[in-house]
T-cell receptor, first 114, second 117 residues
Framework: AQSVTQLDSHVSVSEGTPVLLRCNYS??????LFWYVQHPNKGLQLLLK??????LVKGINGFEAEFKKSETSFHLTKPSAHMSDAAEYFC????????????FGAGTQVVVTP | DGGITQSPKYLFRKEGQNVTLSCEQN?????MYWYRQDPGQGLRLIYY???????QKGDIAEGYSVSREKKESFPLTVTSAQKNPTAFYLC???????FGTGNTEAFFGQGTRLTVV
């Protein structure tokens, strides 16, 4: 079985400071991992994905994430937060050797203050 | 523009009433999915369909029904058997049913907010 845990339900950062959203997963197989962003009352947009290629993955809007197998982590970072980054972020895991049903984390709400 | 269209954006249901949420995609994707979103619980899979005329139950299918008569359409009916239907519903699609192959991703609609009145 696989699962995904987002370690922070809320993160508050000041504009221009770094953002770190933490995600740990458990999987019996080689996982594929994704980060999605959701703005209020909107659908989800893919930020980036890891699929067993490079362990450092770059995504849209300046976000990146690093896959660390030894730590079973896939933390999302951004060097400098922008007001438009205020949203909810979901870490998602799926298996690569069967039908890829997505397992969603509970989400991290990001607040950006001026 | 290609994408997924969900309608309506807001829907109100009376007790004991069935309602149908629409999901249409023009991305030529084979696989389609319905998720339910509640605060603090992430997204939970209701039903999924890997191909036309076929669909499977997800983790929380009780009180819901779907059909997949056309590739581009995957409507979700919330029946009176669903005791707590108030939630945000998201439809998604992907090129195929293998999220983990590296060459596919899930595309989401803008959601339908269902409220029981």
């Amino acid at each position: 079985a696989q699962s995904v845990t987002q370690l922070d339900s809320h993160v508050s950062v000041s504009e221009g400071t770094p953002v770190l959203l933490r995600c740990n997963y458990s999987s019996s197989y080689s996982p594929s991992l994704f980060w999605y962003v959701q703005h209020p009352n909107k659908g989800l947009q893919l930020l980036l994905k890891y699929t067993s290629a490079a362990t450092l993955v770059k995504g849209i809007n300046g976000f990146e994430a690093e896959f660390k197998k030894s730590e079973t982590s896939f933390h999302l970072t951004k060097p400098s937060a922008h007001m438009s980054d205020a949203a909810e972020y979901f870490c998602v895991v799926t298996l690569t050797d069967s039908w890829g049903k997505l397992q969603f984390g509970a989400g991290t709400q990001v607040v950006v203050t001026p | 523009d290609g994408g997924i269209t969900q309608s309506p954006k807001y829907l109100f249901r009376k007790e004991g009433q069935n309602v149908t949420l629409s999901c249409e995609q023009n991305l030529n994707h084979d696989a389609m999915y319905w998720y339910r979103q509640d605060p603090g619980q992430g997204l939970r899979l209701i039903y999924y369909s890997q191909i036309v005329n076929d669909f499977q139950k997800g983790d929380i299918a009780e009180g819901y029904s779907v059909s997949r008569e056309k590739k581009e359409s995957f409507p979700l009916t919330v029946t009176s058997a669903q005791k707590n239907p108030t939630a945000f519903y998201l439809c998604a699609s992907s090129i195929d049913n293998w999220f983990g192959t590296g060459n596919t991703e899930a595309f989401f609609g803008q959601g339908t907010r269902l409220t029981v009145v």
